[in-house]
Structures are given as C-alpha cells and as structure tokens.
C-alpha cells in the first residue's frame, strides 16, 4: 500500500515538475537524443558484425564437415585392416 502511494506521489510531481520546467526537459531531450543514438548505433553495428562472424565460422564448419566423409572411408579402411591384422597374430600365436 506504501508503493502505491509513493508511486502516486511520485507521479503527480513528476507531472508538475514536467509542466513547470517544459523547457528544459525540452533542452536535456535535444542533449541527451544524438548521445543515445550514438550509443544504440554503436551497439547494433557491434551486434551485426558479430553475427555476421558467427555464420562465417558456420561456413566454415560446414565446408569442413563435408571434406570430413572422405577421410571418413580411409579411417574406416584403416581400422578394417588393423582388425584383420589382429586376428592374423591371434591365430598365430595359438
């Protein structure tokens, strides 16, 4: 009940102050406007760009993967002859 109170208290202050200082508010507006646009354009170029890294790094990922199948076959072949050569030297040695 105490918040709703300052809250209302706050409000129609807010609201006078705003009336009787229009001009100024006016004046800090106009100030305070090219400085947040600096900022939130500065922050969305940074955004992008690193965005823009990411699905470079997917490209990438992705050109590597299919180049991955190939050498795929040959670890295949390779682990196929390893396993036959295993069961040669147990035969062998029974």
Known sequence: MKT???????AVL???????WFGAFLQLLA???PIMLLLGGGLALY???DEL??????DDSSFEAEAAPD?????????DDLKKEIETLKT???
């Not at 709703?4 to 706050?10: D, N, P, R, S, V």
């Not at 807010?14 to 009787?20: D, N, Q, R, T």
């Not at 050498?71 to 682990?79: C, F, H, M, W």
């Open 14 to 20: 807010g609201l006078i102050g705003l009336s009787v």
């Open 31 to 33: 100030g305070a406007l």
């Open 53 to 58: 890294k990411d699905t470079w790094k997917k």
């Open 4 to 10: 709703l109170i300052g809250g209302a208290i706050a």
């Open 47 to 49: 955004l992008g760009f």
């Open 92 to 94: 062998e040695e029974s």
């Open 71 to 79: 050498d795929s076959g040959k670890y295949q072949q390779e682990i």
